[in-house]
């Protein structure tokens, strides 16, 4: 019997395996959802399996797949460099609030949307770090499309220069959020779901780079400060001694965990190849060891220490707490009040002995307030004939603060947020755009000179004054040149004469009938025939074989489309390969090879065809 059910188990295991297209997608679906349970339980050799698999099954699915199989080896691969530090402490705190509760400067926090981010408030990212004082500032904020990128602004004189993306290599196709300087200047910690990660937000840090004067490739932080859920906030306390960052990893919909790490310089990585070692590690468990607990780093205000200080707000505290007490007693017995006249005569006789208690607990409250509030003036004239002068709005703000994780033997308290931002800032400087171009108004170039390599122009007309906006009709850009006592006018610029030919009918629809192309060699007039012959001998590619043997990274995708080239992907030998071209000019096709071996994620080389 054992032997019939294993038989009749192996062949519906093979029926499912060979089962029509709309089976195969349903068990396409069921594998993709396991790969991403198991992705998410850190099995990562078992989610790249469960990918793999999805091919056998279905050939046509492998697209759909490609995101999961990226992310799952990510993960797989950055098993074999993991960080062992050691936990200080972990607490859970409200998404809305959570970042309030590091060790920051009070009121450095302002909440979006704000000047710097019109659409944020949403999600994870709700705020923007903003201290006072503060000269040099990195941000995160929405792009056009609602994508988050990070973003720099320097306080020049009296006037903030206009925001500028950071750096394309911190840049992805998804969100970049929380980017916190480390208190040297020299490191910049982030979050983002679009670079090299393991699905969710994925920690990076970016060193600064004195020779490029610029910041370094991003690196993924990897376990245990990375993965598959959403982490992100990392931060160095100033006095050397914690790392702090956020997770949802193991927190409800509404909540995240803050943990405190021990500083560590010199981290060592080492593989950790137990899928349940390495959930232990990710789950960050505190090493509950007083001695390695220092709650200085937590309090946030250095200012604030000292026997007098403690009694000043020792006290303060006591007056709040009696204050709120007596205006929650009074407001509750305002509301008895209200209810006892409308009530039924029933009910009135209920009502009427609880305003009576309360009306007699009421004057001891009040004497119990009135004495706190004299025993904090009397601290108040001690000080003041002691000569000992306390800041009593910092005393104050401090007083205020929620105190969490006190009996754990480290501190969090809870800051405020920050009024919004009000910042002066410099118009940002237009750049004009060479694209060819009908617009309701036509524009003529702001720089007429002609860019080296092959390029041609359809000329427009020719005239004996200078052209007006009105003469162009609505075409951009538009070359004026004076030809002895003519004016030649031209629009666009293009690299090829195909592109030129394809935009010929545009401008003579215009109502220039009498357009027709020009070329160009560095500038200087050559005929279209000796233009399309020497385009035909020198053409470039960028041939780019992606590290990860599949697709190409963010940061390469970018630098791709800023060329305005053509892309193909390919398989040669079995392996992935793209191709971008065809360039004209060499010197923009090497200078796409420099921006992709910049990226160190994968060969990239460049090839020619035609005659050199």
């Excluded at 020198?538 to 940061?555: A, C, E, H, I, K």
Aim: net charge negative; proline share 4%.
């Amino acid at each position: 019997m054992k032997k019939i059910t294993l038989c009749l188990f192996i062949i519906f295991s093979t029926l499912l395996i060979t089962v029509p297209e709309a089976g195969s997608q349903t068990i396409v679906d069921r594998i993709i959802a396991q790969a991403d349970s198991a992705r998410q339980a850190y099995d990562f050799p078992l989610a790249v399996s469960l990918c793999q698999k999805v091919a056998e099954i279905d050939s046509t699915s492998i697209d759909r797949v490609e995101d999961m199989m990226i992310i799952c080896g990510n993960g797989q691969s950055m098993m074999d460099f993991c960080s062992q530090p050691v936990v200080v402490a972990r607490q859970d705190f409200p998404l809305k609030d959570f970042l309030l509760y590091y060790p920051l400067v009070n009121h450095g926090w302002r909440k979006t949307p704000n000047q710097l981010d019109s659409l944020g408030g949403t999600g994870l990212s709700q705020a923007i770090y903003f201290p006072e004082g503060t000269r040099d500032l990195y941000y995160s904020a929405t792009d056009e499309n609602g994508i988050r990128n990070i973003y720099r602004t320097v306080l020049e004189d009296s006037l903030w220069a206009a925001p500028t993306l950071i750096n394309e290599q911190l840049t992805s196709s998804s969100d970049e959020i929380y980017p916190m300087l480390s208190p040297d200047g020299e490191s910049l910690f982030f979050a983002s779901k679009g670079l090299y990660g393991m699905g969710g937000y994925d920690l990076y840090v970016s060193h600064w780079n004195s020779d490029t004067g610029d910041w370094d490739i991003p690196v993924n932080m990897g376990f245990p400060y990375s993965s598959p859920y959403d982490d992100f906030l990392f931060m160095n306390t100033e006095d050397g001694k914690y790392s702090i960052f956020a997770s949802n990893r193991d927190c409800g919909k509404d909540s995240v965990r803050i943990y405190v790490l021990e500083y560590d310089s010199m981290p060592v990585r080492e593989a950790v190849t137990d899928i349940s070692a390495l959930r232990q590690l990710a789950s960050l468990i505190p090493a509950r060891d007083p001695a390695r607990m220092d709650n200085g780093a937590a309090t946030g205000d250095k200012d604030m220490s000292g026997e007098e200080a403690r009694r000043y707000m020792d006290k303060m505290r006591e007056v709040r707490s009696l204050r709120d007490s007596v205006s929650r007693f009074s407001k509750g017995l305002e509301n008895l009040r209200a209810e006892y006249s409308t009530a039924t005569e029933e009910r009135k006789a209920v009502l009427s002995e609880e305003i009576l208690s309360k009306e007699l607990q009421l004057p001891a409250l009040n004497d119990s307030l009135q004495k706190a509030m004299k025993g904090l003036q009397a601290l108040e004239m001690e000080f003041l004939a002691n000569g000992i002068v306390l800041d009593i709005s910092k005393l104050q703000a401090r007083a205020d603060k929620d105190v969490v994780g006190a009996s754990s033997g480290y501190t969090f308290t809870r800051n405020s947020y920050g009024p919004s931002p009000s910042l002066a800032m410099k118009k940002p400087e237009r750049k004009f755009d060479y694209s060819f171009m009908i617009l309701p108004e036509g524009r003529f170039a702001e720089d007429n000179t002609l860019p080296e390599g092959i390029v041609y122009q359809i000329q427009m007309f020719t005239q004996s004054r200078k052209a007006t906006v009105a003469d162009l009709k609505g075409l951009s850009p538009v070359f004026e040149k004076k030809s002895g006592n003519r004016y030649i006018c031209s629009a666009g610029l293009f690299r090829t004469y195909a592109d030129a030919l394809s935009n010929i009918n545009k401008v003579k629809k215009q109502g220039f009938r009498t357009a027709e192309i020009k070329a160009y060699k560095d500038g200087e007039p050559i005929s279209v025939s000796s233009a399309r012959k020497l385009e035909s001998e020198r053409l470039y590619t960028v041939v780019f074989y992606p590290g990860n043997g599949q697709s190409l990274p963010d940061g390469a995708m970018d630098a791709i489309r800023k060329t305005g080239m053509d892309v193909a992907k390919s398989v040669e030998n079995g392996a992935v390969v793209f191709k971008v071209g065809p360039f004209h000019d060499k010197a923009e096709a090497e200078e796409l090879v420099v921006a992709l071996k910049a990226l160190d994620a994968g060969d990239c080389s460049l090839t020619l065809s035609g005659n050199e």
